[in-house]
């Protein structure tokens, strides 16, 4: 299929006419009927069918516009991708992180987009919940990784690991006013009857555990609403109450004997660690290469230590383990 009459023809069928999509391309009128009728001689099929004023696309070629659309798009990156390939690349991105999954792979993310893009100006955020969804949403940041993102249209969704909800308990021999869990793993029945710190809503992991509760008509009212892992890990390990967060949030803190962690099961509450982009800087050669060294160092810090992260995940199924 000649690209040169497919190109005519796009313009034909958005502009509507031959004579507008003649000016668009700077060609004569003539010359561009006979590019499409060959087109339509190749491929068998009436593309076009003049109305009173203008043009519109047959059911074939409605079809036709939609995959040349496509054609082009792919040309158009293709092109890009190779001119950075051959330039060195340089820009500034910005990736959003929540505070525990940033901290397992910032190290490594940074020594290895320094070795691949040493030109690349990398911006990181700190965020938590929803907060980094607006980063993408508001153009505050190009990548962000966050638990649960919304199915909203706007971003384009790639889930890398599922992980296990733990219920977090403060360390042996810290007295509380209220019963512990003696058992090895937790219930959310347990869990709703225990004084909860849990962050608040919209935050994306808080709205994942009203929603399992509610499915399992369970009250959810905590005794306190602290929008800082940190802090409820804090506050937990002194004994002021509970709380229900991912196993790798809190899985250093156990093992340095500041917590205790129940994982949840019957049902087990799991969570979903996505990275998100928005969909309209899809294209951009410079932020693809970054989400996949972002990528790339999850698999690696998933493979070495991500405690909680099931079989299942997208990452432990890339690359065998060890």
């Known amino acids: 299929m000649d690209l040169r009459a497919l190109r005519y023809f796009v313009f034909v069928a958005r502009l509507g006419g031959f004579t507008r999509a003649a000016d668009a391309l700077h060609v004569a009128q003539p010359a561009l009927s006979r590019q499409i009728r060959k087109l339509e001689r190749d491929l068998g099929v009436q593309l076009l069918v003049r109305k009173t004023r203008g043009v519109e696309p047959t059911r074939q070629g409605a079809l036709l516009l939609e995959r040349a659309e496509q054609i082009f798009h792919s040309v158009d990156e293709t092109i890009a991708d190779v001119r950075n390939s051959a330039a060195h690349t340089v820009g ?85 006013e209220w019963p512990q869990p003696e058992s090895r793993t937790a219930r959310l029945d347990d869990a709703a009857g225990l004084p909860l710190i849990l962050t608040s809503r919209p935050h994306t992991m808080r709205i994942m555990l009203d929603t399992a509760m509610v499915r399992r008509g369970l009250p959810l009212a905590p005794v306190m609403e602290v929008d800082s892992i940190a802090m409820i890990r804090h506050l937990v390990s002194d004994g002021a109450g509970a709380s229900v967060l991912t196993w790798a949030a809190v899985a250093g803190a156990a093992r340095e004997g500041e917590l205790r962690i129940l994982p949840i099961d019957h049902p087990p509450v799991l969570s979903q660690l996505a990275m998100i982009r928005h969909r309209k800087r899809l294209s951009s050669p410079l932020i693809r290469q970054v989400a996949e060294h972002l990528s790339a160092t999850m698999t690696d810090v998933l493979h070495e230590d991500w405690p909680g992260a099931l079989a299942t995940s997208r990452l432990l199924r890339e690359r065998p383990a060890g």
Not at 108 to 116: G, V
Not at 136 to 161: F, K, M, R, W
Request: charged residues 15%.
């Open 92 to 176: 500034r991105v910005t990736v959003a992180l929540p505070p525990a999954t940033g901290l397992m792979l910032v190290a490594q993310f940074t020594r290895r987009l320094r070795a691949a893009l040493p030109s690349v100006t990398l911006h990181l955020r700190e965020g938590v919940g929803n907060s980094l969804v607006e980063y993408v949403l508001n153009g505050y940041a190009d990548i962000s990784v966050v638990h649960n993102p919304p199915a909203l249209a706007e971003l384009e969704i790639t889930p890398l690991v599922t992980e296990r909800m733990v219920l977090v308990l403060p360390p042996p021999g810290v007295a509380t």
